[in-house]
């Protein structure tokens, strides 16, 4: 159990195009998700804190504008890089909490990731 | 502010050695849960442990053994007899109480890597 998927897994993109990461908590629903972004040989690096009907709750020096967060559903959240440029490429991965009284409401199951590559 | 502590960047061992990866953390809270995750080359995070403040026994799951020591704000990881396939970046992670969220604050990782 515990499953979060994403999609795509891989895009490519050119410069000035928008794209959409999805992710979907398939068999649990979700009171939080989260969006990391990570670097090479990096750690990982919050970007984003999303409850389900709420506006997503920004780190410090992300672009609100520039990556839009949508969680319409307690089970689907999207990232949308607008207007991507060679800079934002890199692994994006998200995470999902469940809702209690699930006995794992304290955890984040993560999901495997889209490598975005912006030409 | 929380903040996790790996100190090693990167460690080479030969295949059946014992290897000790460090964790080091600080928090405010007394409620937290500490987190141990492998990233294989694929990307893909993989769950090791949640340990929760509350319970400093030590844990072992097969050849990996975990111990956490609240006096020294410690957690570390050992794998005993390391494989080829152990070789991944391991990231030790914090995460405080509901008021956050249960937010996670990760180490910046140590890649290891055995060799045949």
């Known amino acids: 159990g515990a499953v979060v998927s994403q999609h795509p897994s891989r895009v490519i993109c050119k410069s000035g195009t928008s794209v959409k990461i999805e992710c979907r908590s398939l068999?649990?629903?979700?009171?939080?998700m989260f969006w990391y972004r990570q670097f090479p040989k990096q750690s990982l690096m919050l970007m984003a804190t999303?409850?389900?009907?709420?506006?997503?709750?920004?780190e410090q020096g992300v672009e609100k504008d520039k990556f839009l967060i949508n969680h319409a559903s307690l089970t689907l959240s999207t990232l949308t890089v607008t207007s991507a440029h060679p800079e934002d490429s890199s692994f994006y991965i998200c995470?999902?909490?469940?809702?209690?009284?699930?006995?794992?409401?304290?955890?984040?199951?993560f999901g495997p990731g889209t490598r975005l590559t912006v030409l | 502010a929380q903040k996790v502590t790996q100190a090693q960047t990167e460690i080479s061992v030969v295949e059946k050695e014992d290897v000790t990866l460090d964790c080091v953390y600080e928090t405010r809270d007394t409620t937290y849960y500490l987190f141990w995750y492998k990233q294989p080359p694929s990307g893909e995070l993989v769950f090791l442990i949640r340990?929760?403040?509350?319970?400093?026994q030590n844990e072992i799951s097969g050849r990996y053994s975990w111990n956490f020591q609240k006096s020294t704000s410690s957690f570390n990881f050992t794998i005993t007899a390391s494989q080829v396939v152990d070789s991944a970046v391991y990231f030790c992670?914090?995460?405080?109480?509901?008021?956050?969220?249960?937010?996670?604050?990760f180490g910046k990782g140590t890649l290891l890597t055995v060799n045949p």
């Open positions: 340990r929760n403040s509350f319970d400093e």
């Open positions: 999303s409850n389900e009907g709420s506006k997503a709750t920004y």
């Open positions: 992670a914090l995460s405080e109480g509901g008021g956050s969220n249960y937010k996670l604050t």
């Open positions: 068999d649990f629903q979700a009171t939080t």
């Open positions: 995470s999902a909490r469940p809702l209690p009284p699930s006995g794992r409401y304290n955890e984040q199951f």
